[in-house]
């Protein structure tokens, strides 16, 4: 099939028009516009009320989100900050989840104003990994530097399609590294793409993946219409913001939504992941497993990445984190290597739940040799590049359990099963056991003897801690932790 076919069979429309009311999406423009403006944050007692409504784990409406985003006095800041981190330890306890990004192409059909991997960008090295360099990424991701969850990116290519997609996924899923104690080995692949049709998304969901993501970059429409090129794919906003809906009718319901901050008004972005939120749980029953808020950063030949009249200062993206962890208190929220190390070490104190480690974006950049960011092979420059060991270090030195559980997905706890059992606290007792087992893993397949012995205690404490909150399942976890001690690898609650 040449490229064009390709991409005038590419959207279906009548896989969205059953969403629309009157012809019209859930982002009404104006009226966000409207809520941003007349919901001023002065009434003490409906704050209260509001930090209510997220104490008890429900979604808020886009009027209190609107008010919480709008709250500048200090006092009300510092306890919505404090009400943040309270609701994220109810429904995840101290866990922080890592992964990293496996970037497998960088073709495009897409022109994207913000992305160095857009068609026009002539000077972007363009690259798909074959299987046999997919091996060596996985071989270092998973036997050099231990992670177990990828998310796998692409570009919207026919050399990236569903095919390539569903054997590059397999092809990670079969590679098994030994390591000094035991093995290596990715067990979640999420996957970062473009907006897939019905029939594609039921191959993504047979293959195995975790959470399907994808950022609708921006919620307002005029502003999507002007960065996303008249031709293009990427046009097409509905088909995007459906994609979700789709996933769910296709067998998916780990979602993850986002937007790039940056291109448009902040408030305005996260009223739009509220309101998606608030959509998925109208039409499918569950909301979103993650949200992600990237921070637009600089890429190659894209000038509007320096010079967006949008930009977002550090305080209100600080902000906006709390907002979101408030608005939507049983998601996931993921902070990425994007964000400096200074940013990425305060949002741990703001419900963040999982982030990327040793991360590299170029194509194939794990198993290279060079240590440098390169402007020509990534999609955009990092903020963070420590490595895993490098946050281990600091999770554990401030009490958080570094968790590499996979387990929910592969056991069934995923959509609306995890949503209830997010909402009740009831997810944190399975991940309490499988944060631990995971760990002990890592530890003594990966981490050099300071790592070890600065984690050592916090291990100490969570099985102590297990003891106490869960007695009925001690025995039996304890016996899976003699058993990992001893070599044994994978065992999960
Ligand atoms: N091509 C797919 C798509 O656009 O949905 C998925 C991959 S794209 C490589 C992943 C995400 O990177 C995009 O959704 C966008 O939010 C983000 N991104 C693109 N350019 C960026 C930049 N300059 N800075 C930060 N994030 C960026
Ligand atoms: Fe392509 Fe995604 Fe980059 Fe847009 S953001 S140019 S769709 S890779």
Redesign the pocket.
């Known amino acids: 099939m040449n490229i064009n076919d390709w991409i005038n069979n590419r959207i279906k429309p009548e896989q969205y028009t059953e969403y629309l009311a009157n012809g019209k999406d859930f982002i009404n423009d104006e009226l966000i516009e409207d809520k941003i403006r007349s919901n001023n944050a002065k009434d003490r007692r409906r704050f209260d009320e509001i930090l209510a409504i997220s104490k008890s784990i429900q979604t808020l409406s886009l009027d209190d989100t609107a008010f919480l985003l709008n709250v500048e006095d200090r006092d009300m800041l510092s306890e919505m900050r404090s009400t943040a981190l309270a609701i994220k330890k109810k429904v995840y306890d101290n866990r922080i989840v890592t992964f990293a990004p496996i ?1 497998l192409g960088s073709y ?1 059909v ?1 022109n ?1 104003a ?4 857009k068609k026009d960008n002539s000077a972007v090295r363009r690259h798909i990994l074959t299987e046999e360099e997919i091996v060596h990424e996985i071989e270092v991701l998973a036997g050099k530097i231990g992670h177990k969850r990828l998310i796998a ?4 290519h026919p050399k990236n399609d569903i095919d390539y997609m569903v054997n590059s996924i397999r092809a990670i899923y079969n590679v098994k590294v030994k390591t000094k104690n035991g093995y290596g080995q990715i067990r979640r692949v999420n996957v ?4 897939l049709a019905i029939e594609n998304l039921k191959k993504l969901h047979e293959v195995g993946i975790g959470t399907y993501q ?2 609708q ?1 921006t919620y307002h429409h005029e502003t999507y219409d002007k960065l996303h090129p008249k031709g293009t794919l ?1 046009n097409d906003y509905k088909w ?1 913001l459906y994609c979700m809906h789709r996933a769910f009718q296709a067998g998916i319901d780990d979602f993850g939504i ?3 901050f ?1 291109l448009y008004d902040w408030k305005f972005e996260v009223m739009g992941l509220v309101a998606h939120a608030l959509d998925l749980e109208k039409h499918v029953g569950i909301g979103p497993h993650t949200i ?1 808020f ?6 190659f030949n ?1 000038p509007i ?1 320096q010079s967006s009249g949008h930009k977002v200062t550090d305080d209100d993206f600080l902000k906006l984190i709390v907002v979101l962890r408030l608005a939507v208190p049983y998601s996931g929220m993921i902070i990425t290597a ?1 964000e400096s190390e200074d940013i990425r070490s305060k949002s741990w104190l703001l419900g963040i739940t999982q982030t990327d480690a040793s991360t590299r974006i170029g194509v194939g950049g794990y198993s290279e040799k060079v240590t440098e960011q390169q402007d020509k092979g990534q ?3 990092l903020g963070d590049t420590r490595s895993l060991t490098e946050l281990i270090r600091e999770f554990s030195s401030k009490g958080m359990i570094t968790s590499f559980c996979t387990a929910g997905y592969r056991c069934g706890r995923t959509g609306e099963c995890i949503m209830d059992l997010l909402r009740t606290g009831q997810e944190g007792k399975f991940c309490k056991l499988n944060a631990v087992l995971t760990f002990r893993e890592w530890l003594d397949d990966f981490a050099d003897e300071e790592t070890k012995k600065m984690s050592e205690p916090l291990i100490e404490k969570e099985i102590e801690e297990v003891k106490m909150s869960n007695p009925g399942v001690f025995e039996q976890f304890i016996s899976a932790y003699d058993k990992t001690k001893d070599g044994q690898r994978d065992l999960y609650f």
Not at 153 to 156: D, F, S
Not at 294 to 299: F, G, V
């Open positions: 970037y495009c897409n994207c913000y992305c160095g991997f990116v692409y570009g919207e970062n793409a473009a907006p994808v950022f970059e990427k995007r986002g937007a790039l940056g992600s990237p921070r637009i950063e600089p890429a894209s990445t994007r999609q955009f420059l």
